[in-house]
């Protein structure tokens, strides 16, 4: 198996938008099999929580499906049983950086770096900007490249 997880603050905008669309596309892939998908925050406010809104209207409205999504902690131990452990923000990043310290087995990355030559680095918070289409459209092709760069990597 191969485990990704995506990381943001609060785990109820970005990172669940992202793993709902990560999901699908490794089913539409048929890589459902062989890819497990979760996700978290590094915040503790939302624990227990389903997504915000908003991440569940534009999940709807582009027929991905929402449910089972709810909120969790990162861990240390995320660090070492997830393969990929995948930012929205840099401060993300630095977090589990952080929480990793010298031990963690997984890549840690932001997923926009994930697209060539693109001029953002941070998925904006739309749990602060209100505007969760960008988020979707952003999310959706960062997923796209991080999606090849796992199968190029791990021969899959
Ligand atoms: P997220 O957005 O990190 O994309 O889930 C946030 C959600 C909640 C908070 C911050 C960001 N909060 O401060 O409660």
Redesign the pocket.
């Known amino acids: 198996m191969v485990k990704i997880l995506f990381v943001?603050?609060?785990?109820?905008?970005?990172?669940p938008m992202a793993e709902a669309i990560f999901r699908k596309k490794v089913k539409d892939q048929g890589l459902d099999k062989i890819v497990t998908i979760d996700s978290a925050?590094t915040?503790r406010?939302?624990i227990g929580n389903p997504p915000h809104e908003g991440t569940i209207e534009i999940l709807k409205q582009n027929q991905i499906d929402a449910s089972g999504l709810k909120a969790r902690q990162v861990s240390e131990d995320d660090l070492q049983s997830f393969d990929y452990v995948i930012g929205?923000d840099t401060e993300n990043v630095g977090n589990l950086r952080a929480l990793a310290g010298h031990h963690g087995k997984a890549e840690v990355a932001r997923l926009l770096d994930f697209i060539p030559n693109y001029q953002l680095a941070d998925v904006p918070?739309?749990?602060f900007t209100g505007n969760f289409e960008e988020v979707f459209d952003l999310i959706s092709d960062g997923c796209d490249h991080l999606l090849s760069y796992i199968r190029e990597k791990e021969q899959i």
């Open positions: 943001c603050l609060g785990n109820i905008c970005r990172s925050g915040g406010w939302h929205m918070d739309p749990y």
